[in-house]
């Protein structure tokens, strides 16, 4: 097995895995939503005088990524046997008044939004909002609020055959194909680059060049993007922390059967 990295920034990774199966590309991209991470869970309004309904506005507010200052429990794993305290709840508030955009950063207390530009409802003049936002830690398996980010994978394309002689007359022609521009001809070689290609097999029915392409059965591409407070590279060992926890829960439940 071999790990290659493509490119990396704060909120998003790219890398080549070699030498694996499907199923455990898979395996991993399906554990990514069993990572646990911090939402709003509730909100206690005491003012809404908005346009939205109170459970609108909460749906909202619950999809608003947030920044803990501190980590807390899985409710149900608590030492409060799940009636909730402060090892796993936190607490924001937000007070607004009109008339003005109420936005994500207006969120206050034990966490904040990572993306603060995020509006949440407009009130006129006069109108109020004040609530407690009550966050807990919950998987993506339960809500998408509780969802670290994105996993993808795809698997390498291989340029297999083409009519050289075609090739070397139409290089031009060829290489505008494309619509992600990832055929080039370099002396009069058609070459295939696998991280922009996304499979879409235009080249192949659009073409009189005889481009085959084919997909790896054990090469993939992994792209993770981000949108909580996890980083991407984390995201992906979290996941595979995951599925690797799950498999030793079976184990030992096998094991019993004896
Ligand atoms: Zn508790």
């Not at 493509?6 to 199923?23: H, R």
């Not at 993808?152 to 090739?167: F, G, H, R």
């Amino acid at each position: 097995m071999e790990v290659k990295l493509i490119k990396k920034s704060d909120n998003e990774i790219m890398f080549y895995v070699n030498d694996i199966s499907v199923t455990l590309a898979n395996a991993v991209r399906r554990s990514s939503f069993e990572i646990p991470i911090i939402a709003i869970d509730e909100l206690e309004i005491y003012a809404n005088d908005s346009a939205l309904f109170d459970e609108v506005l909460a749906h909202r507010v619950g999809l608003i990524p947030i920044k803990p200052t501190r980590d807390i429990v899985m409710q149900e794993q608590c030492s409060c046997n799940g009636k909730g305290c402060s090892k796993c709840q936190l607490k924001l508030k937000l007070e607004a008044e009109g008339p003005c955009w109420v936005y994500a950063s207006e969120l206050k207390g034990e966490g904040k939004a990572i993306y603060a530009d995020m509006p949440i409802v407009w009130l006129d003049k006069k109108q109020k909002l004040k609530f407690v936002a009550i966050a807990r830690k919950g998987k993506a398996t339960k809500h998408a609020k509780f969802q670290a980010g994105l996993v993808v994978y795809k698997p390498v394309a291989i340029l297999k055959s083409y009519n050289t002689s075609y090739v070397k007359q139409h290089a031009q022609e060829i290489q505008q194909l494309c619509p992600k521009k990832a055929l080039t001809v370099n002396n009069n070689k058609l070459l295939l680059d696998a991280e922009k290609c996304d499979l879409c097999l235009y080249c192949t029915e659009h073409s009189e060049a005889g481009i085959k392409i084919e997909t790896s059965d054990k090469d993939f591409i992994f792209y993770i993007e981000t949108y909580s407070y996890l980083k991407p590279e984390e995201i992906f060992i979290k996941a595979l922390e995951v599925l690797s926890s799950n498999l030793t829960e079976l184990q030992k439940q096998i094991k019993k059967l004896k």
